[in-house]
Protein backbone atom coordinates (compact mmCIF):
# COMPACT_ATOMS: atom_id res chain seq x y z
CA UNK A 1 0.00 0.00 0.00
CA UNK A 2 2.85 2.28 0.50
CA UNK A 3 2.91 3.31 -3.27
CA UNK A 4 -0.73 3.15 -3.67
CA UNK A 5 -3.16 5.84 -3.39
CA UNK A 6 -6.97 5.38 -2.79
CA UNK A 7 -9.08 7.49 -4.49
CA UNK A 8 -13.11 7.60 -2.98
CA UNK A 9 -16.19 9.14 -4.68
CA UNK A 10 -19.46 8.77 -2.76
CA UNK A 11 -22.94 9.26 -3.80
CA UNK A 12 -25.35 10.27 -1.27
CA UNK A 13 -29.34 9.91 -1.36
CA UNK A 14 -31.55 11.54 1.17
CA UNK A 15 -34.71 12.18 1.24
CA UNK A 16 -36.35 15.52 1.83
CA UNK A 17 -38.45 16.74 4.34
CA UNK A 18 -42.00 17.93 2.26
CA UNK A 19 -45.28 16.52 3.52
CA UNK A 20 -45.82 15.68 -0.41
CA UNK A 21 -44.21 13.51 -2.52
CA UNK A 22 -42.39 15.51 -5.54
CA UNK A 23 -44.76 14.88 -8.35
CA UNK A 24 -48.40 14.26 -6.83
CA UNK A 25 -49.85 14.84 -3.18
CA UNK A 26 -49.67 12.04 -2.19
CA UNK A 27 -47.98 12.06 1.36
CA UNK A 28 -44.44 11.26 2.56
CA UNK A 29 -44.85 9.90 6.11
CA UNK A 30 -43.00 6.98 7.03
CA UNK A 31 -44.56 3.54 8.39
CA UNK A 32 -48.27 4.06 6.98
CA UNK A 33 -49.75 0.40 6.07
CA UNK A 34 -48.08 -0.72 2.53
CA UNK A 35 -49.26 0.57 -0.62
CA UNK A 36 -51.69 3.44 1.31
CA UNK A 37 -49.77 6.85 0.22
CA UNK A 38 -49.88 6.13 -3.97
CA UNK A 39 -51.70 7.37 -6.42
CA UNK A 40 -52.14 7.33 -10.23
CA UNK A 41 -49.49 9.88 -10.40
CA UNK A 42 -46.42 8.10 -8.38
CA UNK A 43 -47.97 4.49 -9.49
CA UNK A 44 -47.30 5.40 -13.33
CA UNK A 45 -50.81 4.84 -14.43
CA UNK A 46 -51.15 5.63 -18.54
CA UNK A 47 -52.53 9.40 -18.96
CA UNK A 48 -51.65 11.15 -15.64
CA UNK A 49 -49.54 14.27 -15.75
CA UNK A 50 -47.27 15.10 -12.90
CA UNK A 51 -46.95 18.04 -10.78
CA UNK A 52 -43.47 19.44 -9.02
CA UNK A 53 -43.86 20.05 -6.03
CA UNK A 54 -41.77 23.63 -5.41
CA UNK A 55 -41.05 23.12 -1.87
CA UNK A 56 -38.66 20.56 -2.83
CA UNK A 57 -36.77 23.00 -5.48
CA UNK A 58 -36.36 25.42 -2.32
CA UNK A 59 -35.22 22.77 0.11
CA UNK A 60 -32.92 21.32 -3.11
CA UNK A 61 -31.22 25.02 -3.66
CA UNK A 62 -30.68 25.30 0.37
CA UNK A 63 -28.59 22.26 0.51
CA UNK A 64 -27.03 23.56 -2.93
CA UNK A 65 -26.26 26.78 -1.10
CA UNK A 66 -25.17 25.35 2.03
CA UNK A 67 -22.33 23.13 -0.33
CA UNK A 68 -21.07 26.17 -1.93
CA UNK A 69 -22.71 25.21 -5.06
CA UNK A 70 -23.11 27.04 -8.19
CA UNK A 71 -26.71 27.12 -9.12
CA UNK A 72 -27.69 26.08 -12.95
CA UNK A 73 -30.99 28.58 -12.63
CA UNK A 74 -32.74 26.49 -15.79
CA UNK A 75 -34.10 23.46 -14.50
CA UNK A 76 -35.59 20.60 -16.68
CA UNK A 77 -36.43 17.37 -15.86
CA UNK A 78 -35.32 14.15 -17.39
CA UNK A 79 -36.28 9.97 -17.85
CA UNK A 80 -33.98 7.40 -16.30
CA UNK A 81 -35.12 4.41 -17.87
CA UNK A 82 -34.71 1.29 -16.23
CA UNK A 83 -36.74 -1.38 -15.21
CA UNK A 84 -36.69 -3.24 -11.90
CA UNK A 85 -39.63 -4.25 -9.58
CA UNK A 86 -39.91 -1.20 -7.08
CA UNK A 87 -40.33 1.27 -10.22
CA UNK A 88 -43.95 1.42 -11.62
CA UNK A 89 -43.28 3.67 -14.02
CA UNK A 90 -40.28 1.85 -15.61
CA UNK A 91 -38.17 5.09 -15.44
CA UNK A 92 -37.26 7.85 -12.68
CA UNK A 93 -37.73 11.67 -13.50
CA UNK A 94 -34.01 12.89 -11.98
CA UNK A 95 -31.57 15.49 -13.25
CA UNK A 96 -28.38 14.56 -15.51
CA UNK A 97 -27.45 17.15 -17.84
CA UNK A 98 -27.89 19.71 -16.12
CA UNK A 99 -28.33 19.62 -12.11
CA UNK A 100 -28.94 22.03 -9.62
CA UNK A 101 -26.05 22.64 -7.91
CA UNK A 102 -22.48 22.28 -9.27
CA UNK A 103 -18.63 22.26 -8.26
CA UNK A 104 -18.99 23.13 -4.96
CA UNK A 105 -17.39 21.84 -1.22
CA UNK A 106 -17.88 20.86 1.98
CA UNK A 107 -15.62 20.82 4.71
CA UNK A 108 -15.41 18.06 7.38
CA UNK A 109 -13.65 18.68 10.87
CA UNK A 110 -9.99 18.13 9.65
CA UNK A 111 -10.17 21.42 7.47
CA UNK A 112 -10.21 19.72 4.00
CA UNK A 113 -12.89 20.52 1.65
CA UNK A 114 -14.42 17.57 -0.37
CA UNK A 115 -14.99 18.79 -4.10
CA UNK A 116 -18.74 17.83 -4.40
CA UNK A 117 -19.24 17.53 -8.05
CA UNK A 118 -23.30 17.75 -8.72
CA UNK A 119 -26.74 18.29 -6.35
CA UNK A 120 -29.31 16.74 -8.11
CA UNK A 121 -33.60 16.20 -7.58
CA UNK A 122 -35.05 13.21 -8.61
CA UNK A 123 -37.84 10.88 -7.16
CA UNK A 124 -37.20 7.90 -5.07
CA UNK A 125 -38.21 4.20 -6.07
CA UNK A 126 -40.03 1.84 -4.15
CA UNK A 127 -38.94 -0.68 -1.49
CA UNK A 128 -38.90 -4.78 -1.63
CA UNK A 129 -39.60 -6.68 1.09
CA UNK A 130 -37.81 -10.28 0.42
CA UNK A 131 -39.09 -13.04 2.55
CA UNK A 132 -37.80 -16.82 2.09
CA UNK A 133 -38.99 -17.72 -1.22
CA UNK A 134 -40.79 -14.69 -2.69
CA UNK A 135 -40.78 -10.73 -2.30
CA UNK A 136 -43.24 -8.30 -1.56
CA UNK A 137 -43.51 -4.73 -3.23
CA UNK A 138 -44.10 -1.70 -1.57
CA UNK A 139 -45.21 1.74 -3.63
CA UNK A 140 -45.43 4.23 -0.46
CA UNK A 141 -41.89 5.56 -1.00
CA UNK A 142 -42.34 5.87 -4.69
CA UNK A 143 -42.21 9.22 -5.59
CA UNK A 144 -40.63 10.54 -2.40
CA UNK A 145 -38.79 14.00 -3.05
CA UNK A 146 -34.96 13.04 -2.98
CA UNK A 147 -31.35 14.43 -3.40
CA UNK A 148 -28.34 12.97 -4.89
CA UNK A 149 -25.08 14.48 -3.94
CA UNK A 150 -22.21 13.29 -5.54
CA UNK A 151 -18.64 14.34 -4.28
CA UNK A 152 -15.51 14.37 -6.68
CA UNK A 153 -13.23 11.41 -6.39
CA UNK A 154 -11.09 13.79 -3.58
CA UNK A 155 -11.96 11.49 -0.63
CA UNK A 156 -8.28 9.32 0.24
CA UNK A 157 -8.91 7.05 3.07
CA UNK A 158 -12.07 5.13 4.55
CA UNK A 159 -11.70 7.27 7.66
CA UNK A 160 -12.05 10.53 5.29
CA UNK A 161 -14.95 9.03 4.26
CA UNK A 162 -16.85 8.20 7.33
CA UNK A 163 -16.31 12.05 8.39
CA UNK A 164 -17.35 13.20 5.11
CA UNK A 165 -20.47 11.27 5.09
CA UNK A 166 -20.67 12.71 9.39
CA UNK A 167 -20.44 15.81 8.34
CA UNK A 168 -22.68 16.04 5.51
CA UNK A 169 -25.33 14.49 7.71
CA UNK A 170 -25.01 16.99 10.43
CA UNK A 171 -25.48 19.78 7.81
CA UNK A 172 -28.53 18.67 5.95
CA UNK A 173 -30.15 17.84 9.58
CA UNK A 174 -28.79 21.74 10.41
CA UNK A 175 -30.41 23.35 7.40
CA UNK A 176 -33.86 21.44 8.35
CA UNK A 177 -33.96 19.93 5.05
CA UNK A 178 -33.77 15.87 6.28
CA UNK A 179 -33.83 13.74 8.90
CA UNK A 180 -31.37 11.58 7.63
CA UNK A 181 -32.47 8.68 9.42
CA UNK A 182 -30.80 5.52 7.92
CA UNK A 183 -33.13 3.33 9.56
CA UNK A 184 -35.93 4.84 7.81
CA UNK A 185 -34.23 4.83 4.50
CA UNK A 186 -33.92 8.62 4.49
CA UNK A 187 -30.46 8.74 4.03
CA UNK A 188 -28.32 6.11 1.73
CA UNK A 189 -24.93 6.07 0.51
CA UNK A 190 -23.37 4.49 -2.19
CA UNK A 191 -19.18 4.15 -2.82
CA UNK A 192 -16.75 3.78 -5.60
CA UNK A 193 -13.27 3.48 -4.66
CA UNK A 194 -10.29 2.51 -6.32
CA UNK A 195 -6.49 2.60 -6.31
CA UNK A 196 -3.39 4.07 -8.56
CA UNK A 197 -0.09 4.66 -8.31
CA UNK A 198 1.06 7.59 -5.98
CA UNK A 199 1.39 11.06 -8.13
CA UNK A 200 -0.19 9.30 -11.08
CA UNK A 201 -3.18 11.32 -13.15
CA UNK A 202 -5.17 8.72 -14.53
CA UNK A 203 -7.52 6.75 -11.87
CA UNK A 204 -7.53 3.58 -11.28
CA UNK A 205 -10.10 0.83 -12.05
CA UNK A 206 -13.18 1.57 -9.75
CA UNK A 207 -15.82 -0.60 -7.83
CA UNK A 208 -18.55 1.03 -6.53
CA UNK A 209 -20.08 -0.85 -3.36
CA UNK A 210 -23.40 -0.90 -2.21
CA UNK A 211 -25.93 -2.10 0.43
CA UNK A 212 -24.27 -0.31 3.33
CA UNK A 213 -26.94 1.26 5.77
CA UNK A 214 -24.67 2.77 8.47
CA UNK A 215 -21.61 5.02 8.21
CA UNK A 216 -19.70 2.26 10.29
CA UNK A 217 -20.81 0.02 7.19
CA UNK A 218 -19.50 2.38 4.77
CA UNK A 219 -15.94 3.01 6.78
CA UNK A 220 -15.71 -1.25 7.09
CA UNK A 221 -16.71 -1.40 3.61
CA UNK A 222 -14.13 0.37 2.33
CA UNK A 223 -11.47 -0.88 4.75
CA UNK A 224 -11.81 -4.54 2.86
CA UNK A 225 -11.95 -3.24 -0.38
CA UNK A 226 -8.61 -1.12 -0.23
CA UNK A 227 -7.49 -4.26 1.32
CA UNK A 228 -8.61 -6.50 -1.40
CA UNK A 229 -7.70 -4.16 -4.61
CA UNK A 230 -4.02 -4.00 -3.20
CA UNK A 231 -3.90 -7.72 -3.29
CA UNK A 232 -5.23 -7.92 -6.47
CA UNK A 233 -2.53 -5.32 -7.65
CA UNK A 234 0.29 -6.42 -5.82
CA UNK A 235 -0.33 -9.79 -7.65
CA UNK A 236 0.57 -8.09 -10.92
CA UNK A 237 -3.75 -8.46 -11.56
CA UNK A 238 -6.41 -5.80 -12.83
CA UNK A 239 -9.41 -5.20 -10.91
CA UNK A 240 -12.37 -5.83 -12.32
CA UNK A 241 -14.69 -2.79 -12.55
CA UNK A 242 -18.07 -4.04 -11.21
CA UNK A 243 -20.36 -4.00 -8.45
CA UNK A 244 -20.50 -5.37 -5.15
CA UNK A 245 -22.28 -5.82 -1.91
CA UNK A 246 -21.23 -5.39 1.56
CA UNK A 247 -22.18 -8.33 3.62
CA UNK A 248 -22.62 -6.95 6.95
CA UNK A 249 -22.83 -10.63 8.44
CA UNK A 250 -19.60 -12.11 6.63
CA UNK A 251 -17.58 -8.31 6.78
CA UNK A 252 -16.92 -8.66 3.08
CA UNK A 253 -18.01 -7.65 -0.42
CA UNK A 254 -19.24 -9.77 -3.05
CA UNK A 255 -19.73 -9.87 -6.70
CA UNK A 256 -23.24 -8.28 -7.87
CA UNK A 257 -22.78 -7.69 -10.94
CA UNK A 258 -19.65 -6.64 -14.02
CA UNK A 259 -19.43 -3.83 -16.10
CA UNK A 260 -20.87 -6.02 -18.76
CA UNK A 261 -24.50 -5.24 -16.80
CA UNK A 262 -24.41 -2.00 -15.98
CA UNK A 263 -27.27 0.05 -17.05
CA UNK A 264 -27.90 2.10 -19.82
CA UNK A 265 -30.37 4.75 -19.00
CA UNK A 266 -31.32 6.51 -22.44
CA UNK A 267 -32.33 9.83 -20.60
CA UNK A 268 -34.67 12.07 -22.39
CA UNK A 269 -35.88 15.45 -21.51
CA UNK A 270 -39.52 14.69 -19.50
CA UNK A 271 -41.93 15.37 -22.09
CA UNK A 272 -44.80 16.46 -19.11
CA UNK A 273 -42.47 18.48 -17.17
CA UNK A 274 -42.06 22.45 -18.18
CA UNK A 275 -39.07 23.96 -18.29
CA UNK A 276 -38.74 27.06 -15.68
CA UNK A 277 -36.02 29.66 -14.67
CA UNK A 278 -35.45 29.87 -10.88
CA UNK A 279 -34.80 33.78 -9.81
CA UNK A 280 -31.84 35.66 -8.12
CA UNK A 281 -34.95 36.97 -5.51
CA UNK A 282 -35.30 33.05 -5.12
CA UNK A 283 -31.64 31.90 -4.56
CA UNK A 284 -30.64 34.95 -2.72
CA UNK A 285 -33.87 34.40 -0.03
CA UNK A 286 -32.91 30.34 0.46
CA UNK A 287 -29.29 31.84 0.93
CA UNK A 288 -30.27 34.08 3.75
CA UNK A 289 -32.56 31.25 5.17
CA UNK A 290 -29.34 28.86 5.90
CA UNK A 291 -27.97 29.93 8.69
CA UNK A 292 -25.30 29.57 10.88
CA UNK A 293 -23.68 25.82 9.60
CA UNK A 294 -21.60 23.35 12.33
CA UNK A 295 -18.13 24.29 11.67
CA UNK A 296 -19.14 27.56 11.91
CA UNK A 297 -20.87 27.49 15.05
CA UNK A 298 -18.21 25.01 16.52
CA UNK A 299 -15.43 27.83 15.36
CA UNK A 300 -17.55 30.50 17.33
CA UNK A 301 -17.87 28.17 20.48
CA UNK A 302 -13.98 27.71 20.48
CA UNK A 303 -13.67 30.85 20.49
CA UNK A 304 -16.26 32.58 23.06
CA UNK A 305 -17.14 29.42 25.37
CA UNK A 306 -13.84 27.94 27.57
CA UNK A 307 -14.99 24.22 26.85
CA UNK A 308 -12.90 21.47 25.72
CA UNK A 309 -13.25 20.58 21.75
CA UNK A 310 -14.61 17.15 22.20
CA UNK A 311 -17.28 19.12 24.44
CA UNK A 312 -17.83 21.15 21.70
CA UNK A 313 -18.27 18.39 19.37
CA UNK A 314 -20.87 16.92 21.87
CA UNK A 315 -22.76 20.27 21.83
CA UNK A 316 -23.03 20.96 18.28
CA UNK A 317 -23.85 16.83 17.24
CA UNK A 318 -27.39 18.35 17.90
CA UNK A 319 -29.43 21.31 17.04
CA UNK A 320 -31.36 21.25 19.37
CA UNK A 321 -28.37 20.89 22.23
CA UNK A 322 -26.72 23.83 21.09
CA UNK A 323 -29.59 25.99 20.63
CA UNK A 324 -30.65 25.35 24.70
CA UNK A 325 -26.95 25.34 25.55
CA UNK A 326 -26.99 28.98 24.33
CA UNK A 327 -30.30 29.72 25.79
CA UNK A 328 -29.44 28.38 29.51
CA UNK A 329 -26.27 30.74 29.49
CA UNK A 330 -28.40 33.44 28.91
CA UNK A 331 -29.58 32.81 32.68
CA UNK A 332 -26.48 31.25 34.24
CA UNK A 333 -22.79 32.17 32.21
CA UNK A 334 -20.91 29.72 33.06
CA UNK A 335 -20.58 27.71 30.15
CA UNK A 336 -18.26 25.17 31.87
CA UNK A 337 -20.85 23.92 34.29
CA UNK A 338 -23.95 24.32 31.70
CA UNK A 339 -21.89 21.80 29.59
CA UNK A 340 -21.11 19.27 31.83
CA UNK A 341 -24.69 19.04 33.20
CA UNK A 342 -25.88 18.92 29.05
CA UNK A 343 -23.70 16.45 28.12
CA UNK A 344 -24.00 14.32 31.37
CA UNK A 345 -26.78 13.80 33.21
CA UNK A 346 -29.28 16.08 30.47
CA UNK A 347 -28.21 13.86 27.58
CA UNK A 348 -28.31 10.75 29.81
CA UNK A 349 -32.17 11.33 31.29
CA UNK A 350 -32.69 12.38 27.70
CA UNK A 351 -31.92 9.09 25.84
CA UNK A 352 -34.18 7.17 28.44
CA UNK A 353 -36.99 9.15 27.20
CA UNK A 354 -39.50 7.37 24.64
CA UNK A 355 -39.53 10.39 22.52
CA UNK A 356 -36.20 11.66 23.15
CA UNK A 357 -35.91 15.63 23.29
CA UNK A 358 -38.99 15.88 21.71
CA UNK A 359 -40.76 15.04 25.19
CA UNK A 360 -38.59 17.71 26.77
CA UNK A 361 -39.94 20.30 28.51
CA UNK A 362 -38.09 21.50 31.15
CA UNK A 363 -37.07 25.39 29.84
CA UNK A 364 -34.00 27.13 29.54
CA UNK A 365 -34.19 29.32 33.06
CA UNK A 366 -35.15 26.06 35.15
CA UNK A 367 -32.75 24.42 33.94
CA UNK A 368 -29.93 26.55 34.80
CA UNK A 369 -31.19 26.96 38.06
CA UNK A 370 -30.38 23.33 38.85
CA UNK A 371 -26.87 24.02 37.37
CA UNK A 372 -26.74 27.10 39.92
CA UNK A 373 -27.74 25.24 42.59
CA UNK A 374 -25.62 22.29 42.62
CA UNK A 375 -22.35 24.72 41.66
CA UNK A 376 -23.57 26.30 44.98
CA UNK A 377 -23.61 23.58 46.83
CA UNK A 378 -27.70 23.84 47.31
CA UNK A 379 -28.01 20.65 45.79
CA UNK A 380 -25.61 17.62 45.63
CA UNK A 381 -24.63 15.34 42.75
CA UNK A 382 -27.58 13.08 43.40
CA UNK A 383 -30.21 15.34 44.76
CA UNK A 384 -30.01 17.52 41.22
CA UNK A 385 -29.79 14.65 39.35
CA UNK A 386 -33.90 14.00 41.15
CA UNK A 387 -34.56 17.77 40.37
CA UNK A 388 -33.67 17.24 36.81
CA UNK A 389 -35.98 13.66 36.61
CA UNK A 390 -38.49 15.46 37.65
CA UNK A 391 -38.67 18.50 35.90
CA UNK A 392 -37.40 17.43 32.39
CA UNK A 393 -41.01 16.56 30.96
CA UNK A 394 -43.00 18.89 33.34
CA UNK A 395 -41.28 21.98 33.53
CA UNK A 396 -42.16 21.98 37.24
CA UNK A 397 -40.72 25.22 38.93
CA UNK A 398 -37.54 23.66 40.52
CA UNK A 399 -37.63 25.87 43.95
CA UNK A 400 -41.39 23.82 44.25
CA UNK A 401 -39.43 20.54 43.75
CA UNK A 402 -36.67 21.14 45.90
CA UNK A 403 -38.63 21.92 48.59
CA UNK A 404 -41.43 19.34 48.36
CA UNK A 405 -38.99 16.28 47.87
CA UNK A 406 -36.68 17.85 51.15
CA UNK A 407 -33.73 17.69 48.55
CA UNK A 408 -31.42 20.82 49.99
CA UNK A 409 -28.48 19.47 50.91
CA UNK A 410 -26.94 19.40 54.52
CA UNK A 411 -23.88 21.42 54.18
CA UNK A 412 -24.36 22.17 58.11
CA UNK A 413 -20.97 21.14 60.32
CA UNK A 414 -23.01 20.37 63.65
CA UNK A 415 -25.50 18.24 61.76
CA UNK A 416 -23.60 16.68 59.73
CA UNK A 417 -20.91 15.35 62.72
CA UNK A 418 -23.94 13.13 64.21
CA UNK A 419 -24.07 10.93 60.84
CA UNK A 420 -20.65 11.21 60.85
CA UNK A 421 -20.22 9.96 64.57
CA UNK A 422 -22.29 7.16 63.73
CA UNK A 423 -20.62 5.94 60.78
CA UNK A 424 -17.78 5.81 62.40
CA UNK A 425 -18.93 3.68 65.48
CA UNK A 426 -20.87 1.51 62.71
CA UNK A 427 -17.70 0.82 60.70
CA UNK A 428 -14.63 0.24 62.61
CA UNK A 429 -13.49 -2.11 60.03
CA UNK A 430 -13.09 0.48 57.40
CA UNK A 431 -12.25 3.41 60.02
CA UNK A 432 -9.04 0.94 60.92
CA UNK A 433 -8.22 0.04 56.92
CA UNK A 434 -8.34 4.55 56.31
CA UNK A 435 -5.74 4.67 59.20
CA UNK A 436 -3.96 1.94 57.70
CA UNK A 437 -3.60 4.12 54.57
CA UNK A 438 -6.38 2.49 52.65
CA UNK A 439 -7.32 5.84 50.93
CA UNK A 440 -10.58 3.71 49.40
CA UNK A 441 -11.80 3.62 52.41
CA UNK A 442 -12.73 6.71 53.29
CA UNK A 443 -15.40 7.04 50.21
CA UNK A 444 -16.77 3.52 51.67
CA UNK A 445 -17.30 6.01 55.16
CA UNK A 446 -18.82 8.81 53.01
CA UNK A 447 -21.16 6.95 51.12
CA UNK A 448 -22.66 5.76 54.46
CA UNK A 449 -23.04 9.17 55.61
CA UNK A 450 -24.77 9.96 52.30
CA UNK A 451 -27.12 6.43 52.67
CA UNK A 452 -28.16 7.62 56.54
CA UNK A 453 -28.84 11.06 55.27
CA UNK A 454 -30.79 9.51 52.59
CA UNK A 455 -28.33 11.40 50.00
CA UNK A 456 -28.73 14.97 51.33
CA UNK A 457 -25.50 15.51 53.03
CA UNK A 458 -22.76 17.67 51.14
CA UNK A 459 -20.20 14.32 50.24
CA UNK A 460 -17.21 17.28 50.39
CA UNK A 461 -17.99 18.25 53.33
CA UNK A 462 -18.69 15.19 54.96
CA UNK A 463 -15.61 13.96 53.78
CA UNK A 464 -13.87 16.41 55.52
CA UNK A 465 -15.40 15.74 59.31
CA UNK A 466 -14.89 12.15 58.67
CA UNK A 467 -11.00 12.94 57.88
CA UNK A 468 -10.59 15.08 60.68
CA UNK A 469 -13.06 13.36 63.21
CA UNK A 470 -10.69 9.85 62.49
CA UNK A 471 -7.42 11.62 62.90
CA UNK A 472 -8.32 12.74 66.72
Not at 258 to 269: E, G, I, L, Q
Not at 296 to 309: A, G, H, T, V, W
Amino acid sequence: MNDLEIVIGLEVHTQVKTESKIFCACSTKFESPPNTNICPVCCGYPGVLPVFNEKVLSLALKVSCALNCNINKDIYFERKSYFYPDLPKNYQISQYKMPLGEKGYLEISTGRKIIINRVHMEEDAGKLIHKDNYSLVDFNRTGTPLLEIVSDPDIHSPQEAYDYLNSMKLLLIYIGVSDCDMEKGSLRCDANVSLRKKGAAKLGIRVELKNMNTFNGVRAALEYEVKRQSKVINKGENVVQETRLWDFQKLKTVVMRTKSDAHDYRYFPEPDLLNFCVSDELIESVKKSVGELPLEKKRRFMKNYDILEKEINVLISYPWLSKFFEEIILFYPKAKDVCNWLIGPFLEQVNNLDNGFSAVKISAENFSKIVKFFSEGKLNNLGAKKVLALGLTTNEDIDSIIEREKLVQVSDHEELLKFVEEVISSNPKAVQEYLEGKQKSIMFLVGQVMKNTRGKANPKVAKDILERRIQI
